[in-house]
């Protein structure tokens, strides 16, 4: 159930206070990223598509920091 502070389920995902610093780094911008799409379009099986393709794709933001390769 969304709230004031979480008004979408999916921004849960979203959040990186409890990482690291370098990957706190790479999870921010996709933190604000999520909150304006939240923010700006209506709550529609679309929404949830695009925050679940940024999810996707912040994953693969913190993989790439994790990467030892």
Known sequence: MPTP???DRMLQWFTYDHL????K?????FCNLAR?????YPMN???T????????????AVRAVL???
């Open 49 to 60: 598509v695009c925050l679940r393709k940024l999810l996707e794709a912040k994953d693969a």
């Open 25 to 29: 780094n790479a999870s921010a911008p």
């Open 36 to 40: 304006v799409v939240v923010e700006t």
């Open 67 to 69: 990467d030892k390769g």
């Open 5 to 7: 502070d979480m008004p």
């Open 20 to 23: 690291p610093e370098p990957l």
């Open 45 to 47: 099986a679309e929404r």
